[in-house]
């Protein structure tokens, strides 16, 4: 089998626009050119443009490249978007929004927006891939005291999440789910979240699976050692690359950390996978990013 690809590697692959337009057509299309509008194979190619436009030969109407995928109206160049992804899907790279502003000489806005336009799309193929066969549920904390101000109660410094795993008859998990707890305030007692495990289940887990395992205190014992071990490493695998982020953008970390983890593997195959989302996934602006996150209905502790 081959070896990882390094960055170094992918970047004189995928140097100019030209390179990088042929893969992220036969990404869009496998089968060819497919006309959203009216279902026609036939296109006439027109390369005047920076990308080229295909024209439908059947109902003429013409679309982009990067029309309904994460790139759709961005102004920054192909061969700017994939070391991007790379840099992103990479188990081995630690790049974040600061140090891709070097790599790719774009402003810090744009670097911030086009990793999290990426992870748009993790978190999209997350919303649609539920856990299945044998479930093991489970709750922990993240910790975000690198970003903000520590509080002199440290419960306040975190922010609860609930992890899902799918696990095999080994033992072994073929895949994670880490999603945010909103809660309307934090309990000072030591007692165990009353959270929203019924929620989980139903948003997350496949009505196939009659009784997932869930464990309510934190680090339990007969929870999936691995599910475990990867709760304890949250807070130290986003901080460490992040120094910590907010609340409200934690759920979209979590995702990623969560793709990350599954796709490291097997060299290279998270990579793949993030090209293929990038190129089926609609976009989402800068404007929807920033707006106040909705929040869902609260949590309500136990008696
Ligand atoms: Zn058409």
Request: charged share 20%; with cysteine.
């Given at each position: 089998m081959a070896g990882a690809v390094t960055v170094e590697q992918f970047c004189k692959k995928y140097r100019d626009e030209e390179s990088c337009v042929d893969i992220l057509a036969a990404l869009r299309w496998g089968n060819g050119f497919h006309c959203?509008?009216?279902?026609?194979?036939g296109a006439t190619v027109m390369t005047t443009r920076r990308l080229p436009l295909y024209q439908c030969q059947a109902c003429r109407r013409q679309t982009s490249?990067?029309?309904?995928?994460?790139?759709?109206?961005?102004?920054?160049?192909l061969h700017k978007w994939f070391p991007a992804l790379f840099l992103l899907a990479d188990p081995d790279s630690s790049t974040n929004a600061v140090q891709l502003t070097q790599i790719l000489s774009v402003t810090y806005k744009t670097a911030w927006l086009i990793f999290h336009k990426i992870r748009h799309a993790i978190s999209c193929a997350d919303a649609k891939q539920l856990l299945t066969g044998l479930v093991d549920i489970t709750f922990s904390n993240y910790n975000h005291t690198n970003y903000w101000?520590?509080?002199?109660?440290?419960?306040?410094?975190q922010v609860p999440f609930i992890a899902g795993a799918t696990t095999n008859f080994f033992g072994e998990v073929t895949y994670f789910k880490l999603k945010q707890v909103h809660l309307p305030s934090r309990p000072t007692s030591r007692e165990p979240l009353d959270v929203d495990y019924d929620r989980f289940i139903m948003e997350?887990?496949?009505?196939?699976?009659r009784n997932p395992n869930v464990y309510k205190?934190?680090?339990?014992?007969?929870?999936s050692e691995t599910l475990r071990l990867f709760c304890q490493m949250v807070t130290d695998s986003i901080n460490d690359r992040y120094f910590g982020v907010s609340p409200k953008h934690l759920q979209a970390y979590l995702d990623e950390l969560c793709f990350r983890t599954i796709n490291?593997?097997?060299?290279n195959r998270g990579v793949v996978r993030l090209f293929k989302m990038l190129a089926t996934t609609a976009t989402i602006t800068y404007k929807q990013l920033i707006a106040p996150a909705r929040m869902p209905e609260p949590v309500q502790f136990a008696a």
């Amino acid at each position: 089998m081959a070896g990882a690809v390094t960055v170094e590697q992918f970047c004189k692959k995928y140097r100019d626009e030209e390179s990088c337009v042929d893969i992220l057509a036969a990404l869009r299309w496998g089968n060819g050119f497919h006309c959203s509008h009216c279902g026609h194979n036939g296109a006439t190619v027109m390369t005047t443009r920076r990308l080229p436009l295909y024209q439908c030969q059947a109902c003429r109407r013409q679309t982009s490249l990067i029309k309904g995928t994460v790139m759709e109206g961005s102004r920054t160049s192909l061969h700017k978007w994939f070391p991007a992804l790379f840099l992103l899907a990479d188990p081995d790279s630690s790049t974040n929004a600061v140090q891709l502003t070097q790599i790719l000489s774009v402003t810090y806005k744009t670097a911030w927006l086009i990793f999290h336009k990426i992870r748009h799309a993790i978190s999209c193929a997350d919303a649609k891939q539920l856990l299945t066969g044998l479930v093991d549920i489970t709750f922990s904390n993240y910790n975000h005291t690198n970003y903000w101000k520590e509080s002199s109660q440290p419960q306040l410094n975190q922010v609860p999440f609930i992890a899902g795993a799918t696990t095999n008859f080994f033992g072994e998990v073929t895949y994670f789910k880490l999603k945010q707890v909103h809660l309307p305030s934090r309990p000072t007692s030591r007692e165990p979240l009353d959270v929203d495990y019924d929620r989980f289940i139903m948003e997350h887990v496949s009505s196939q699976v009659r009784n997932p395992n869930v464990y309510k205190y934190e680090n339990d014992f007969r929870a999936s050692e691995t599910l475990r071990l990867f709760c304890q490493m949250v807070t130290d695998s986003i901080n460490d690359r992040y120094f910590g982020v907010s609340p409200k953008h934690l759920q979209a970390y979590l995702d990623e950390l969560c793709f990350r983890t599954i796709n490291s593997v097997r060299p290279n195959r998270g990579v793949v996978r993030l090209f293929k989302m990038l190129a089926t996934t609609a976009t989402i602006t800068y404007k929807q990013l920033i707006a106040p996150a909705r929040m869902p209905e609260p949590v309500q502790f136990a008696a």
